[in-house]
């Protein structure tokens, strides 16, 4: 069966330090990738989106990249973390041609200091 | 562009009450829908989607919802509320973009079921 894997669960970084956050999945090949980020009492705002390795799609600009080194991996980054990068980042995968079955991560708690 | 509204940040019921929770879209086509549930620190559960077959979509935990056209809403419903409903509710829109096919969220619905 098909998983998905997000880590850290919650993490606490200082402004001005870097970020990675890792999402991978198992038992499926060629998925469609997504961040999302939720910010306190707001809905979920997509970040990125990736069709395949190092194909990388941006929805806003913003202090945060994206990285798709391995088919099934997934990376979000950044340099320099500002205040505003707190929130709850979603991990998702698809199925590419295979319709509408999303799967979310659990989710990484980031909170900004 | 497509866009989701969902009336009612909060909503709190009675156990055993029914649920109703609020849902319109915009989109210039069909849309596919669908209603997450999101408990706390959780990633998001799927609870069902529309998918232009029936209108009447039956999903997981005794909710559906229905596919209003004329309204452009896609509300979710259960007629018996249970404590372990209480959690945050989503409304998503899919485009068809066929390579994206990324969903647009709404801001979410938090609902608390009172014993």
């Known amino acids: 069966s098909q998983t998905i894997h997000q880590w850290p669960a919650t993490l606490v970084q200082p402004v001005g330090s870097p970020l990675s956050l890792e999402c991978t999945v198992e038992?499926?090949?060629?998925?469609?990738l997504y961040w999302y980020r939720q910010a306190a009492g707001r809905g979920l705002q997509l970040l990125f989106y990736s069709v395949g390795i190092g194909q990388i799609s941006s929805e806003v600009p913003q202090n945060l990249s994206a990285s798709r080194p391995q088919d099934r991996q997934f990376i979000l980054s950044s340099k320099k973390l500002l205040l505003s990068d707190s929130g709850f980042y979603l991990c998702?995968?698809?199925?590419?041609?295979?319709?509408?079955?999303?799967?979310f991560g659990s989710g990484t708690r980031l909170t900004v200091v | 562009a497509q866009s989701v509204t969902q009336l009612g940040s909060h909503v709190s019921v009675s156990e055993g009450a029914l649920v109703l929770l609020r849902c319109n879209y915009s989109s210039s086509v069909p849309p596919y829908l669908f209603w997450y549930v999101q408990y706390p620190n959780q990633g998001l559960q799927l609870l069902l989607k529309y998918t232009s077959a029936a209108t009447l979509v039956k999903g997981i935990n005794g909710f559906e919802a229905e596919f209003k056209k004329s309204e452009t809403s896609f509300h979710l419903t259960k007629p018996s509320a249970h404590m372990s409903d209480a959690a945050e509710y989503f409304c998503?829109?899919?485009?068809?973009?066929?390579?994206?096919?990324?969903?647009?969220f709404g801001s979410g619905t938090r609902l608390q079921v009172q014993p």
């Open positions: 998702a995968w698809r199925k590419t041609g295979g319709g509408l079955g999303y799967t």
């Open positions: 998503a829109v899919s485009d068809r973009d066929t390579g994206r096919r990324a969903l647009t």
């Open positions: 038992g499926t090949s060629n998925p469609n």
